[in-house]
């Protein structure tokens, strides 16, 4: 049942996606759970990343605007996912970081599939458990090995939708 409600969960994210922008509609969708972050990114070794801000410092004292951290464990969650709900905006600073630990995370996965061609497999296998998706492990590898095999995301690879930052009377997280 649990798993079944989660299928529709996708599409109805897929339907509401659609809606956004415009009916371009999605070929697949693929949920991860949120413990999948600790798990690929200690696989890949850790991911080094430049602090951006001082206002991650609050979520860790490692997070020094200007530092390089490597990220381990709930490291990695905390970077990627956390935000400062006393800073109304602070969801901008968020997708920020996880712009940034993406870019470092490709290049990471990238040199460990040099070391070991097997290892994008290895690391699928390691989250096999915590994936939903409409598409069987053969497309999901080949999206994935895509992903890899193409340059290093750039910030043009990463799209806002334009718009204005506001605060209205109901504050959701």
């Known amino acids: 049942m649990f798993?079944?409600?989660r299928y529709k969960s996708c599409e109805l994210s897929c339907d509401a996606v659609t809606r956004l922008l415009g009916g371009l509609g999605m070929d697949h969708y693929m949920l991860a759970d949120l413990r999948s972050i600790n798990t690929v990114n200690d696989l890949v070794g850790g991911v080094t990343v430049t602090i951006p801000n001082d206002r991650a410092v609050w979520n860790d004292p490692e997070f020094?605007?200007?530092?390089?951290?490597?990220?381990?464990?709930?490291?990695?969650?905390?970077f990627v996912r956390s935000r400062d709900h006393s800073d109304d905006f602070s969801s901008?600073?968020?997708m920020?970081?996880?712009?940034?630990?993406?870019?470092?995370?490709?290049?990471?996965?990238?040199?460990?599939?040099?070391?070991?061609?097997?290892?994008?497999d290895e690391l699928?296998?390691?989250?096999?458990?915590?994936?939903?998706?409409?598409?069987?492990?053969?497309?999901?590898?080949?999206?994935?090995?895509?992903?890899?095999n193409t340059a290093?995301?750039?910030?043009?690879?990463?799209?806002?939708?334009?718009?204005?930052?506001?605060?209205?009377?109901?504050?959701?997280?």
């Open 3 to 5: 798993r079944e409600s």
């Open 64 to 78: 020094v605007k200007g530092k390089k951290v490597t990220l381990h464990g709930s490291q990695a969650e905390r």
């Open 92 to 94: 901008l600073l968020r």
């Open 96 to 120: 920020e970081h996880q712009k940034i630990y993406l870019q470092a995370f490709q290049g990471q996965v990238k040199s460990c599939i040099r070391k070991d061609p097997d290892f994008l």
């Open 124 to 148: 699928l296998d390691a989250v096999e458990f915590d994936i939903l998706s409409d598409m069987n492990r053969k497309e999901y590898v080949k999206l994935a090995g895509s992903m890899v």
């Open 152 to 173: 290093q995301l750039g910030d043009a690879d990463f799209l806002m939708l334009p718009g204005e930052a506001r605060m209205g009377d109901v504050y959701l997280e």
